[in-house]
T-cell receptor, first 112, second 114 residues
Framework: KQEVTQIPAALSVPEGENLVLNCSFT??????LQWFRQDPGKGLTSLLL?????REQTSGRLNASLDKSSGRSTLYIAASQPGDSATYLC???????????FGKGTRLSVIA | KAGVTQTPRYLIKTRGQQVTLSCSPI?????VSWYQQTPGQGLQFLFE???????NKGNFPGRFSGRQFSNSRSEMNVSTLELGDSALYLC?????????????FGPGTRLTVL
Protein backbone atom coordinates (compact mmCIF):
# COMPACT_ATOMS: atom_id res chain seq x y z
CA LYS A 1 0.00 0.00 0.00
CA GLN A 2 1.43 3.34 -1.06
CA GLU A 3 2.03 5.81 1.75
CA VAL A 4 3.10 9.43 1.39
CA THR A 5 4.90 11.35 4.12
CA GLN A 6 5.67 15.03 4.32
CA ILE A 7 8.17 16.44 6.78
CA PRO A 8 8.11 18.88 8.46
CA ALA A 9 4.43 19.28 9.27
CA ALA A 10 4.94 23.02 9.70
CA LEU A 11 7.59 25.50 8.66
CA SER A 12 8.07 29.20 9.32
CA VAL A 13 10.57 31.27 7.34
CA PRO A 14 11.34 34.98 6.85
CA GLU A 15 10.35 36.62 3.59
CA GLY A 16 12.89 36.30 0.79
CA GLU A 17 14.30 32.98 1.92
CA ASN A 18 14.61 30.04 -0.47
CA LEU A 19 13.08 26.89 0.96
CA VAL A 20 12.58 23.20 0.27
CA LEU A 21 9.56 21.07 1.15
CA ASN A 22 10.00 17.33 1.28
CA CYS A 23 7.79 14.44 0.24
CA SER A 24 8.57 10.74 0.46
CA PHE A 25 6.63 7.73 -0.76
CA THR A 26 7.00 4.06 0.12
CA UNK A 27 6.57 2.42 -3.30
CA UNK A 28 8.82 3.76 -6.05
CA UNK A 29 6.57 2.36 -8.81
CA UNK A 30 4.51 5.49 -9.37
CA UNK A 31 2.74 6.90 -12.41
CA UNK A 32 3.08 10.56 -11.50
CA LEU A 33 3.43 12.92 -8.56
CA GLN A 34 1.68 16.22 -7.98
CA TRP A 35 2.16 19.14 -5.67
CA PHE A 36 -0.88 21.08 -4.50
CA ARG A 37 -1.43 24.20 -2.47
CA GLN A 38 -4.32 24.64 -0.03
CA ASP A 39 -5.27 27.99 1.43
CA PRO A 40 -7.29 28.12 4.68
CA GLY A 41 -10.94 27.36 4.08
CA LYS A 42 -10.38 26.63 0.43
CA GLY A 43 -9.87 23.68 -1.84
CA LEU A 44 -6.63 22.52 -3.41
CA THR A 45 -4.87 24.15 -6.34
CA SER A 46 -2.56 22.06 -8.51
CA LEU A 47 0.94 23.55 -8.71
CA LEU A 48 3.10 21.05 -10.56
CA LEU A 49 2.76 17.55 -11.98
CA UNK A 50 5.79 15.34 -12.62
CA UNK A 51 5.48 12.24 -14.75
CA UNK A 52 7.38 9.15 -13.59
CA UNK A 53 9.78 9.54 -16.52
CA UNK A 54 10.63 13.13 -15.60
CA ARG A 55 13.13 14.43 -13.06
CA GLU A 56 11.76 17.92 -12.50
CA GLN A 57 9.18 20.51 -13.41
CA THR A 58 9.32 24.27 -13.05
CA SER A 59 6.68 26.97 -12.81
CA GLY A 60 7.78 30.49 -11.97
CA ARG A 61 9.48 30.46 -8.57
CA LEU A 62 8.55 26.81 -8.00
CA ASN A 63 10.64 23.82 -8.93
CA ALA A 64 9.68 20.25 -8.14
CA SER A 65 12.06 17.33 -8.45
CA LEU A 66 11.43 13.61 -8.44
CA ASP A 67 13.77 10.77 -7.50
CA LYS A 68 11.77 7.59 -7.91
CA SER A 69 14.58 5.26 -6.85
CA SER A 70 14.80 6.88 -3.43
CA GLY A 71 11.06 7.53 -3.17
CA ARG A 72 11.46 11.28 -2.76
CA SER A 73 10.28 14.54 -4.21
CA THR A 74 11.12 18.09 -3.23
CA LEU A 75 9.35 21.36 -3.88
CA TYR A 76 11.73 24.30 -4.04
CA ILE A 77 10.30 27.78 -3.56
CA ALA A 78 12.61 30.64 -4.46
CA ALA A 79 12.48 34.07 -2.85
CA SER A 80 9.51 33.25 -0.63
CA GLN A 81 6.74 35.81 -0.15
CA PRO A 82 4.00 36.17 2.48
CA GLY A 83 1.51 35.19 -0.23
CA ASP A 84 3.19 31.77 -0.37
CA SER A 85 1.83 31.02 3.11
CA ALA A 86 -0.40 27.97 2.73
CA THR A 87 -0.40 24.22 3.21
CA TYR A 88 1.48 22.33 0.52
CA LEU A 89 0.41 18.78 -0.25
CA CYS A 90 2.15 16.10 -2.22
CA UNK A 91 0.13 13.36 -3.94
CA UNK A 92 1.12 10.25 -5.82
CA UNK A 93 -0.76 8.30 -8.46
CA UNK A 94 0.29 4.65 -8.50
CA UNK A 95 -1.10 3.90 -11.95
CA UNK A 96 -3.03 5.74 -14.62
CA UNK A 97 -6.44 4.70 -13.34
CA UNK A 98 -5.99 4.79 -9.58
CA UNK A 99 -6.82 7.70 -7.27
CA UNK A 100 -4.29 10.11 -5.82
CA UNK A 101 -2.68 9.21 -2.48
CA PHE A 102 -1.97 12.33 -0.45
CA GLY A 103 0.52 13.23 2.22
CA LYS A 104 -0.72 15.22 5.20
CA GLY A 105 0.96 18.38 3.99
CA THR A 106 3.43 20.97 5.22
CA ARG A 107 1.96 24.19 6.59
CA LEU A 108 4.20 27.05 5.46
CA SER A 109 4.25 30.49 7.02
CA VAL A 110 6.31 33.21 5.37
CA ILE A 111 6.87 36.08 7.76
CA ALA A 112 7.17 39.63 6.38
CA LYS B 1 -15.16 29.33 -16.78
CA ALA B 2 -16.87 28.56 -13.48
CA GLY B 3 -14.95 26.39 -11.03
CA VAL B 4 -16.10 23.44 -9.00
CA THR B 5 -18.91 24.39 -6.66
CA GLN B 6 -19.96 22.56 -3.52
CA THR B 7 -23.08 23.06 -1.48
CA PRO B 8 -23.64 23.64 1.29
CA ARG B 9 -20.37 25.14 2.51
CA TYR B 10 -21.09 24.48 6.15
CA LEU B 11 -23.31 21.94 7.81
CA ILE B 12 -24.04 20.99 11.41
CA LYS B 13 -25.73 17.69 12.14
CA THR B 14 -26.25 15.45 15.15
CA ARG B 15 -25.24 11.84 15.55
CA GLY B 16 -27.52 9.40 13.82
CA GLN B 17 -28.74 11.84 11.21
CA GLN B 18 -27.92 11.56 7.54
CA VAL B 19 -26.53 14.19 5.22
CA THR B 20 -26.28 14.81 1.49
CA LEU B 21 -23.54 16.94 -0.04
CA SER B 22 -23.57 18.24 -3.58
CA CYS B 23 -20.83 18.92 -6.10
CA SER B 24 -21.14 20.63 -9.49
CA PRO B 25 -18.06 20.00 -11.64
CA ILE B 26 -16.51 22.28 -14.21
CA UNK B 27 -18.48 22.23 -17.43
CA UNK B 28 -17.29 19.39 -19.66
CA UNK B 29 -15.68 17.42 -16.86
CA UNK B 30 -16.96 13.88 -16.59
CA UNK B 31 -15.01 12.64 -13.57
CA VAL B 32 -15.87 13.61 -10.02
CA SER B 33 -13.88 12.43 -7.00
CA TRP B 34 -14.70 12.89 -3.33
CA TYR B 35 -12.21 13.18 -0.48
CA GLN B 36 -12.49 13.47 3.28
CA GLN B 37 -9.97 15.73 5.00
CA THR B 38 -9.32 15.60 8.76
CA PRO B 39 -6.40 16.89 10.83
CA GLY B 40 -5.48 13.38 11.94
CA GLN B 41 -5.83 11.40 8.71
CA GLY B 42 -5.26 14.08 6.11
CA LEU B 43 -6.92 13.71 2.72
CA GLN B 44 -8.48 10.33 2.15
CA PHE B 45 -10.11 9.19 -1.05
CA LEU B 46 -13.78 8.26 -0.81
CA PHE B 47 -14.89 7.43 -4.36
CA GLU B 48 -14.76 8.51 -7.96
CA UNK B 49 -17.54 8.65 -10.50
CA UNK B 50 -17.17 8.77 -14.25
CA UNK B 51 -20.13 8.95 -16.60
CA UNK B 52 -22.56 8.03 -13.80
CA UNK B 53 -20.57 4.91 -12.80
CA UNK B 54 -18.48 4.45 -9.71
CA UNK B 55 -15.00 3.72 -10.99
CA ASN B 56 -12.94 3.68 -7.81
CA LYS B 57 -13.79 3.36 -4.16
CA GLY B 58 -11.74 4.07 -1.06
CA ASN B 59 -11.72 2.24 2.23
CA PHE B 60 -14.77 3.74 3.89
CA PRO B 61 -17.79 2.00 5.44
CA GLY B 62 -20.99 1.50 3.52
CA ARG B 63 -22.56 4.48 5.31
CA PHE B 64 -20.75 6.58 2.75
CA SER B 65 -22.31 6.47 -0.68
CA GLY B 66 -22.47 8.60 -3.76
CA ARG B 67 -23.94 8.98 -7.18
CA GLN B 68 -23.48 10.97 -10.33
CA PHE B 69 -26.13 12.36 -12.58
CA SER B 70 -26.20 12.59 -16.36
CA ASN B 71 -25.05 16.23 -16.21
CA SER B 72 -21.99 15.05 -14.18
CA ARG B 73 -23.19 16.68 -10.99
CA SER B 74 -22.49 14.42 -8.04
CA GLU B 75 -23.87 13.88 -4.57
CA MET B 76 -22.47 12.02 -1.63
CA ASN B 77 -24.54 10.76 1.25
CA VAL B 78 -23.51 9.79 4.74
CA SER B 79 -26.06 7.89 6.78
CA THR B 80 -26.14 7.37 10.54
CA LEU B 81 -23.62 10.09 11.22
CA GLU B 82 -20.89 9.55 13.80
CA LEU B 83 -18.78 12.12 15.61
CA GLY B 84 -15.77 10.95 13.62
CA ASP B 85 -17.44 11.98 10.37
CA SER B 86 -16.76 15.61 11.21
CA ALA B 87 -14.44 16.73 8.43
CA LEU B 88 -13.96 18.86 5.36
CA TYR B 89 -15.39 17.03 2.36
CA LEU B 90 -13.73 17.99 -0.89
CA CYS B 91 -14.92 17.31 -4.37
CA UNK B 92 -12.64 17.38 -7.41
CA UNK B 93 -13.51 17.26 -11.08
CA UNK B 94 -11.44 16.47 -14.14
CA UNK B 95 -11.99 15.71 -17.79
CA UNK B 96 -11.53 11.96 -17.57
CA UNK B 97 -10.01 11.45 -14.12
CA UNK B 98 -7.04 9.37 -15.17
CA UNK B 99 -3.43 9.63 -16.17
CA UNK B 100 -2.09 13.16 -16.31
CA UNK B 101 -5.53 14.70 -16.03
CA UNK B 102 -5.48 17.67 -13.63
CA UNK B 103 -8.00 17.62 -10.82
CA UNK B 104 -9.74 20.85 -9.93
CA PHE B 105 -10.96 21.05 -6.36
CA GLY B 106 -13.98 22.78 -4.93
CA PRO B 107 -13.84 24.79 -1.67
CA GLY B 108 -15.28 21.92 0.32
CA THR B 109 -18.17 21.36 2.68
CA ARG B 110 -17.33 21.61 6.37
CA LEU B 111 -19.43 19.03 8.21
CA THR B 112 -19.67 19.15 11.98
CA VAL B 113 -21.37 16.27 13.79
CA LEU B 114 -22.50 16.98 17.35
Amino acid sequence: KQEVTQIPAALSVPEGENLVLNCSFTDSAIYNLQWFRQDPGKGLTSLLLIQSSQREQTSGRLNASLDKSSGRSTLYIAASQPGDSATYLCAVRVSGNTPLVFGKGTRLSVIA
Amino acid sequence: KAGVTQTPRYLIKTRGQQVTLSCSPISGHRSVSWYQQTPGQGLQFLFEYFSETQRNKGNFPGRFSGRQFSNSRSEMNVSTLELGDSALYLCASSLVGQGTDTQYFGPGTRLTVL
